[in-house]
């Protein structure tokens, strides 16, 4: 599948869908950025059933500073609307490969249950 990409206005129907999304956040002036693109583009043709997307920092200022993103490139990681995976730095093909597996691979049910565990845990902790 070829990457998308994603604006303001479609990042969080994007990456609330179900399903695996992988967003690169990179601009074109930055070398690493460029050196990463290929390789990013070619995991992304391995796996149809993933949706590979990218944000271009330049244009989507808004929604970089939302993110957090402080260096580029940096890829996250969504599964079913939940972050799973987020760090800066391109990734050589074989890793991003393994990363893909990885994500594939988690136990969504037992992801759910932690986050809900922690924020009933904050919520003891706020109100103590």
Do not use: H, K, Y
């Given at each position: 599948m070829?990457?998308?990409d994603l604006t303001?206005?479609?990042f969080p129907e994007t990456v609330g869908a179900e399903g695996t999304v992988l967003v690169d956040f990179?601009?074109?002036?930055?070398g690493p950025c460029r050196a990463f693109a290929p390789t990013f583009s070619a995991v992304s043709e391995n796996h149809p059933d993933i949706t590979f997307a990218k944000v271009d920092t330049e244009a989507e200022q808004g929604l970089a500073g939302a993110a957090g993103i402080q260096s580029i490139p940096t890829l996250?990681?969504?599964r079913d609307g939940i972050?799973?995976?987020s760090q800066p730095g391109a990734l050589p093909a074989a890793t991003l490969e393994d990363?893909?597996?990885?994500v594939q691979a988690l136990?969504?049910?037992d992801i759910r249950r932690q986050i809900a565990e922690s924020e009933a845990d904050a919520e003891v902790d706020a109100g103590s």
């Open positions: 070829a990457t998308i303001e206005a479609t990179w601009a074109s002036w930055c996250m990681v969504f972050l799973v995976f990363l893909v597996s990885q136990d969504m049910d």
